[in-house]
């Protein structure tokens, strides 16, 4: 399938979508003006690509909002050249947002199905992270530590311990924490052992399991 003048234009509409329900961040707008997210959805869905929804994708999993995607990115204040991670590949559409603001995207999926999929498309498309990991990630990734910023596409029970250790000094730490509903929250680093503490309002996510699968 190809990214065509019909697609741009339904993108530009959801875009001024995501605006109106709050987005300022230009750099975030313009990664959603970019990215094709119909490329990203399972054939069924392609029709649904730019309304402002989640849908499902492979192994029971979901692409996110569109607006949930926007928001945590810009929670995130990632800058060109900035070392993030991902917790939750999914269909690699959050980090195909990050690579298109230049970000440098290390991405952690537990799904083996979802994982072996993404990798061979993102590249494809011209997307390319600089590292894509199967594995778990409650654990981050110790040895390309510590990152500007990580975020957790996935509803956390807790805050795992060695996401908020792999932060840098003044990095962000962006994660919805909750079971049935989560509440989206930033962890800014402030010391060694100091962090502030955010609470931004309720989301719906797939939850974060433990271990690869
Ligand atoms: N960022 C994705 C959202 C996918 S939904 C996108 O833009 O499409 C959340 C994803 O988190 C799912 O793919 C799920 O398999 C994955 N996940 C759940 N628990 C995980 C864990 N412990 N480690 C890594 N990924 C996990």
Known sequence: MKDTHKH?????????TIIQKGITDKNVLDAIAKVPRHLFMDSGFVDFAYQDKAFPIAAEQTISQPYTVAFQSELLKAKSGDKILE??????????VLIEMGVK??????QQELFKKTKLFLP??????KKMIFGDG??????DAPFDGIIVTAGAPY???????????????????GDDIQIMTLFIRTGEKDFEKHELGEFRFVPLLKKKN
């Open 159 to 177: 805050v795992p311990k060695p996401l908020l250790s792999q932060l840098k000094i003044g990095g962000r730490l962006v994660i919805p924490v």
């Open 105 to 110: 995207v290390y991405t952690i999926e537990r």
């Open 87 to 96: 917790i939750g590949t999914g269909s690699g559409y959050q980090a195909a």
């Open 124 to 129: 494809k498309i011209g997307y390319k992270p």
């Open 8 to 16: 741009q234009g339904l993108r530009n509409q959801l875009v001024k």
């Open 138 to 143: 409650y654990l981050g990734l110790p040895e």
